[in-house]
């Protein structure tokens, strides 16, 4: 079984950055950082796919948010800069059973509790 568990939310300014990071337990292979925000569907924010490498980040983060992962200590990371008050969400780490990270949230099979960002105006 697979245990994810993020850290890193809170409260800044925007144009702000913040940093969040997921400790997983279990083997996983594909990873990614979905949020959720008051009234929206959950979305897609970046993935990465474990043993290439390979990321993918959606448009509205594009240049901004960086999805990173340390293999040694089964961590995962987004770097955000330049944040804005509509990335205020619940962000949630996510983790597939396959070797490809995927944009939908049907795709996941893991999740972490989530963690608030609030970016303020």
């Known amino acids: 079984q697979v245990q994810l568990v993020e850290s890193g939310g809170g409260l800044v300014q925007a144009g702000g950055s913040l940093r969040l990071s997921c400790a997983a337990s279990?083997?996983?292979?594909?990873m990614g950082w979905l949020r959720q925000a008051p009234g929206k569907e959950r979305e897609f924010v970046a993935g990465?796919?474990?043993?290439?490498?390979?990321?993918g980040y959606a448009d509205s983060v594009k240049g901004r948010f960086t999805i990173s992962r340390d293999n040694a200590k089964n961590t995962l990371h987004l770097q955000m800069n330049s944040l804005k008050p509509e990335d205020t969400a619940v962000y949630y780490c996510a983790a597939r059973r396959f070797t490809l990270y995927k944009t939908s949230p049907d795709e996941y099979h893991y999740w972490g509790q989530g963690t608030q960002v609030t970016v303020s105006s």
């Open positions: 990465i796919n474990w043993s290439s490498g390979i990321t």
């Open positions: 279990g083997r996983t292979f594909s």
